[in-house]
């Protein structure tokens, strides 16, 4: 890599600085990486997909958010905001950031590249990226298929199998997104397959709490259009009064979730 045009910083000065390296681009650098990743040739699509597949947002591969518009990836994956470039002084028309993969540091991944662009054009549109001209591509992106149930349709709250009621599903195949969100699907589909064979009632834990929102999301978070969902403060009952300030709205979440939580495990 040319380390001489990125620095290593994370937004706001929050985290590790060597955690991410940053590749900042002025407009005429933008624009020409910007071009040429939206004219990029696409890996082909297989027989047994669909032409035109529904691409989930937190995944959505970055010349196909590209395309939505110059701007999008400018304020998305490649956002400036938060940093500064030592080199001039000021904020970077566009960033392309370098989280770590390794504890030597001789690894990194581009954050949010999520991609279906051909391994040569990825060698060719990725190295316009200033810095990167000369790196070493050890991993190409490769798109995974996220193939999941219409939970809304076929299961309960308690990950249960509505015509099977002794089946328990759990992970990403329910319409739950993300790795803390399908472990804690696994955590109670396994605690409810285990009080379904000792006899007792299955649990959904309280709505106020994020693993209980999600799971009645699971259960009735749509119908044929039902999308992925992943840990959000919109699936939990809105808190009344509504607090204005984020901050002490988040903690009043928080605060409440415990409370709930609490309460409904005195029960059990």
């Not at 071009?35 to 699509?45: D, F, T």
């Not at 940093?83 to 392309?96: E, I, K, N, Q, S």
């Not at 969902?229 to 809105?238: E, K, L």
């Given at each position: 890599?040319?380390?001489?045009?990125?620095?290593?910083?994370?937004?706001?000065?929050?985290?590790e600085d060597d955690a991410y390296l940053n590749c900042p681009m002025n407009k005429e650098e933008y624009e020409r990486f910007y071009e040429a990743l939206v004219h990029a040739e696409r890996a082909p699509i297989h027989d047994f997909d669909v032409a035109d597949p529904k691409v989930y947002e937190g995944c959505m591969p970055i010349e196909v958010m590209a395309q939505r518009g110059p701007d999008t990836i400018r304020f998305g994956p490649l956002k400036p905001v938060?940093?500064?470039?030592?080199?001039?002084?000021?904020?970077?028309?566009?960033?392309?950031?370098?989280?770590?993969?390794?504890?030597?540091?001789?690894?990194?991944?581009?954050?949010?590249?999520?991609?279906?662009?051909?391994?040569?054009?990825?060698?060719?549109?990725?190295?316009?990226?200033?810095?990167?001209?000369?790196?070493?591509?050890?991993?190409?992106?490769?798109?995974?298929?996220?193939?999941?149930?219409?939970?809304?349709?076929?299961?309960?709250?308690?990950?249960?199998?509505?015509?099977?009621?002794?089946?328990?599903?759990?992970?990403?195949?329910?319409?739950?997104?993300?790795?803390?969100?399908?472990?804690?699907?696994?955590?109670?589909?396994?605690?409810?397959?285990?009080?379904?064979?000792?006899?007792?009632?299955?649990?959904?834990?309280?709505?106020?709490?994020?693993?209980?929102?999600?799971?009645?999301?699971?259960?009735?978070?749509?119908?044929?259009?039902?999308?992925?969902?992943?840990?959000?403060?919109?699936?939990?009952?809105?808190?009344?009064?509504?607090?204005?300030?984020?901050?002490?709205?988040?903690?009043?979440?928080?605060?409440?979730?415990?409370?709930?939580?609490?309460?409904?495990?005195?029960?059990?």
């Amino acid at each position: 890599m040319g380390r001489e045009r990125i620095f290593a910083a994370s937004r706001y000065g929050k985290g590790e600085d060597d955690a991410y390296l940053n590749c900042p681009m002025n407009k005429e650098e933008y624009e020409r990486f910007y071009e040429a990743l939206v004219h990029a040739e696409r890996a082909p699509i297989h027989d047994f997909d669909v032409a035109d597949p529904k691409v989930y947002e937190g995944c959505m591969p970055i010349e196909v958010m590209a395309q939505r518009g110059p701007d999008t990836i400018r304020f998305g994956p490649l956002k400036p905001v938060g940093l500064r470039d030592p080199a001039t002084g000021h904020r970077p028309w566009a960033v392309v950031q370098l989280r770590r993969e390794d504890r030597e540091g001789t690894l990194y991944n581009l954050v949010g590249f999520q991609t279906n662009l051909k391994f040569g054009e990825q060698k060719r549109v990725f190295g316009l990226i200033p810095g990167l001209e000369q790196a070493e591509f050890v991993r190409y992106g490769v798109m995974h298929r996220n193939t999941f149930l219409n939970s809304p349709m076929v299961l309960n709250s308690d990950f249960s199998l509505r015509s099977h009621p002794n089946l328990f599903f759990a992970g990403q195949v329910t319409g739950v997104e993300g790795y803390m969100e399908s472990a804690a699907s696994g955590i109670m589909a396994g605690r409810n397959a285990v009080r379904r064979l000792q006899g007792k009632h299955t649990i959904t834990l309280p709505p106020e709490t994020m693993i209980g929102a999600l799971s009645r999301y699971v259960q009735d978070g749509g119908d044929s259009d039902f999308q992925p969902m992943g840990a959000n403060f919109g699936v939990i009952p809105p808190i009344v009064p509504h607090i204005r300030d984020k901050r002490s709205r988040y903690a009043a979440f928080s605060e409440r979730s415990l409370q709930s939580l609490d309460a409904f495990l005195k029960h059990i």
